[in-house]
């Protein structure tokens, strides 16, 4: 009996010491990494990473993601992009993943052209640490994907929170354009008026204020002459003229901003606005100049 209890007692010892000597390798492997990784042995530090990851994985235990950061890391700095993005990608998939893991996933995403993959990095690093440096740094570009994928609602949502960009003359014409795509058109005049005053040759504000007078001018004008024609009367008439004297003011408005936008760029596109606006003025002579140029 004493000697039964004795082999039990020295088989426990034995487990328990068996135990202790994994435990300590496995402890022993990961730090290994972290002293290659501090001696700048990125390929050695990636392996004995890997190493530790498997045998956490083959044992049926869960890998934190700070492991599959280090192992990412490793990669990154030894020039294994692929190796990166998997480790990285696994951090993601286990809801474990830093705004650097989203940040760097992002950058790789951008230097392929992937934009749909790239945004699927942004915006939880958007949604999830906000405050990050890393969210901060790649807002503005967050908020242009939102126009190149044709979801201007992201760009808009961001706006506020990059005040540090509202005078940035390629951020501030992106939120004229986000505003155009979702017909905000108050908000337009008031950024394109804004853009103006910054960056007076700025192209897309111009265009805007462009046929912003012109259409003011046309539907006025429009609208007028039906009302007079269904009732031809002295008052009418007196009213008509009040009307195409305010027709004619935003039609001269017009024709500033398109005049400058020939000037930058004698676009064909500009040239038959030109040519309407001096034909409603009676300029035979210009509107033939630009009548050469519409094709």
């Avoid at 007196?238 to 024709?255: H, R």
Wanted: proline letters at 3%; one cysteine or more.
């Amino acid at each position: 009996m004493k000697n039964e209890i004795r082999f039990k007692w020295y088989s426990l010892v034995v487990l328990f010491l068996f135990s202790a000597c994994g435990s300590t390798s496995k402890i022993s492997l990961e730090s290994s990494a972290d002293e290659q990784m501090a001696a700048s042995q990125y390929q050695k530090a990636l392996s004995l990473y890997e190493q530790r990851i498997a045998e956490l994985e083959q044992s049926g235990q869960t890998v934190s993601g700070y492991l599959y950061e280090k192992a990412g890391k490793a990669a990154l700095n030894a020039g294994d992009t692929v190796k990166c993005e998997q480790h990285f990608k696994l951090a993601v998939y286990h809801e474990q993943a830093s705004p650097f893991i989203y940040y760097q996933l992002a950058v790789f995403y951008q230097t392929s052209g992937n934009i749909s993959k790239e945004m699927m990095a942004l915006e939880p690093l958007e949604l999830k640490f906000p405050e990050s440096e890393e969210a901060i740094v790649m807002r503005p570009r967050l908020f242009q994907l939102g126009l190149i994928s044709d979801q201007p609602e992201i760009s808009l949502k961001l706006w506020p929170s990059m005040p540090e960009m509202h005078n940035n003359e390629l951020i501030l014409t992106d939120y004229l354009r986000a505003n155009q795509k979702v017909g905000l058109e108050d908000s337009c005049n008031k950024i394109s008026s804004r853009i103006l005053r910054l960056y007076p040759d700025n192209t897309v504000a111009l265009e805007w204020q462009a046929k912003r007078y012109y259409n003011l001018a046309e539907d006025r004008y429009q609208r007028e002459m039906k009302i007079y024609e269904a009732n031809k009367t002295h008052r009418h008439y007196k009213k008509l003229l009040g009307e195409l004297e305010l027709s004619t003011e935003d039609m001269k408005q017009s024709l500033h901003y398109f005049s400058k936008l020939w000037k930058l760029n004698p676009d064909p596109v500009y040239a038959t606005y030109l040519h309407n606006i001096y034909a409603r003025f009676g300029d035979e002579k210009m509107a033939a100049f630009y009548r050469k140029r519409m094709k």
